[in-house]
């Protein structure tokens, strides 16, 4: 019986997708004059191909008593938080999205990668959209959040191609 449990282990570690992450299973700490930021990833394991990791966010922002927010993406500044994480995927011989977070202008953006394709992510015609959120302090509510300031397709390059030089915000 140990040995069948130890089998159905290793299949279910070998089943993990191999990709390049941006971010390695854990917590990433990134921090700016504004506060910091953690970026926290780990898999979602079903136990076959469908596997995937997710990537989630908490914010303090600098001050005596800040407290650290969950932060959500945001189509649009006055959209109800309901994302919470970003999806990563991929297939078994690159990624199919990814995020990165950079320091630009005094400003934290996150920048997400998605490979985009007809029928399958081999098309000749798949091609890469990224969408860059830009963190900001809604104050009504006092909530921090990543609001989306922009989506482009950046034409025929991988995810990880992409997000090593992503255009500036």
């Not at 159905?8 to 390695?24: C, E, N, S, V």
Request: glycine share 4%.
């Amino acid at each position: 019986m140990k040995t069948l449990s130890y089998l159905l282990l290793a299949a279910a570690i070998a089943a993990a997708p191999a990709q390049a992450q941006q971010y390695k299973p854990g917590t990433a700490t990134i921090a700016s004059a504004q506060g910091t930021l953690q970026v926290n990833s780990g898999l979602v394991n079903h136990f076959n191909a469908h596997s995937f990791y997710v990537y989630s966010f908490q914010w303090q922002p600098q001050g005596k008593d800040a407290v650290w927010n969950q932060v959500p993406l945001l189509a649009k500044p006055d959209a109800v938080p309901s994302e919470f994480v970003f999806k990563t995927t991929a297939t078994a011989d690159f990624p199919l999205s990814d995020a990165r977070v950079v320091q630009a202008g005094g400003k934290t953006w996150l920048t997400t990668a998605q490979l985009t394709y007809e029928d399958t992510p081999y098309d000749d015609n798949a091609s890469v959209e990224l969408k860059r959120y830009e963190l900001v302090r809604q104050p009504d509510e006092d909530r921090w959040v990543f609001v989306l300031r922009s989506t482009r397709n950046v034409g025929k390059k991988t995810v990880t191609q992409a997000l090593a030089a992503p255009p500036s915000p």
